[in-house]
């Protein structure tokens, strides 16, 4: 179970990390929102609070925007 945690940790990073080259907005907000959610898989497997609330807030942040520019 370790190693498939490190490698949802993994993708998690890798996510986050390409979201910040895309150069529209709504692709970067998409990707990270992608890359969060693993985050937050990630810290519930180990039940890492600080990890769970911090990319849950990065998600809701971005439905926000997402959402808000769509209107």
Do not use: D, H
């Not at 945690?5 to 998409?30: D, P, Q």
């Amino acid at each position: 179970m370790q190693e498939y945690t490190e490698y949802i940790g993994y993708v998690a990073s890798a996510l986050v990390l390409v979201s910040f080259i895309m150069k529209k907005i709504t692709y970067l907000r998409v990707i990270n929102s992608f890359g969060c959610a693993f985050f937050i898989v990630y810290g519930t497997l180990l039940a890492s609070i600080p990890i769970v609330i911090t990319n849950v807030a990065i998600v809701m942040i971005n439905i926000y925007y997402l959402t808000r520019k769509a209107e």
